[in-house]
């Protein structure tokens, strides 16, 4: 998948033609999901989120209609990932997947943002460069974070 973010339910989407975005929902199964650390969050979209598959199904003024209000439909996806297939029978979308509408053509409707939100768990923080972290946030100190704190419970002081 060459370091490309899948892309989940609450993606942004824009069309070439429009002028707002709108937001993708997973409509076609209940099953897969991603983003947290624990995969529970949000339903991975695939090539078989089609029709009418954003919140609004609109994006703003169609340039292709002389500035009428848009319909969003998606009548195919392209630019999915080949080698994994979900329950649905779909393949999942990548953050550089296009999609085909009616009026607009092939690969007018992009993805704006993936929808994924990056949690960071304690093994990002040991893995992190401790200078890195310092200068990013120089009012915490790094090993505070990644040191099991040393406990004085049981030993007797005279």
């Known amino acids: 998948m060459a370091e490309k973010h899948l892309v989940v339910d609450g993606a942004m989407c824009m069309?070439?033609?429009?002028?707002?975005?709108?937001?993708?929902?997973?409509?076609?199964?209940?099953?897969e999901y991603a983003n947290d650390k624990d995969g529970s969050t949000k339903y991975i979209a695939s090539n078989k989120d089609i029709g009418q598959t954003f919140q609004k199904n609109c994006f703003g003024s169609c340039s292709m209609q002389r500035n009428k209000p848009c319909n969003a439909v998606v009548t195919e996806w392209k630019g999915f990932y080949e080698h994994t297939t979900l329950t649905n029978g779909g393949k999942i979308l990548l953050e550089d997947s296009k999609a085909t509408c009616p009026i607009g053509g092939t690969g007018c409707i992009k993805i704006v943002k993936h929808g994924q939100i990056a949690e960071p768990g304690s093994q990002n923080f040991k893995s992190a460069e401790p200078k890195v972290s310092k200068t990013l946030n120089p009012a915490v100190d790094p090993r505070e974070l990644t040191e099991e704190p040393i406990s004085i419970e049981g030993i007797i002081f005279e």
């Open 15 to 31: 069309c070439n033609y429009g002028t707002s975005p709108d937001t993708l929902k997973v409509k076609t199964h209940k099953r």
